[in-house]
């Protein structure tokens, strides 16, 4: 009987576990508004995102060969910088 609970414990624990992290590490991702599998297809792309507190975030995006850091609010985007160099 207490083999039985022991087993159980061993099994289910690391079991829930892993789905916390899993569910955790999906909602980031998804939170970020990046796309959880890139599409290199697209003329636009995201290179990383920085979260500012509850209203804002830093974008780094690819456009036509240009790299731009834009600034994202509740009130609109605007442009920051253009032609960064990325490594």
Known sequence: MIFEYLLRLFLVVP?????AWGSL????????GLPVK???NRPVRVVDAVTL????KLLVVEFNGDTLL???????ISRL??????E
């Open 15 to 19: 079991l829930i576990g892993g789905l």
């Open 25 to 32: 590490w999906l909602w980031k991702r998804l939170q970020l």
């Open 38 to 40: 890139p599409d290199t």
């Open 53 to 56: 507190g509850t209203n804002g």
């Open 70 to 76: 834009l600034g994202v609010s509740r009130n609109g």
């Open 81 to 86: 910088a253009s032609n960064l160099h990325s």
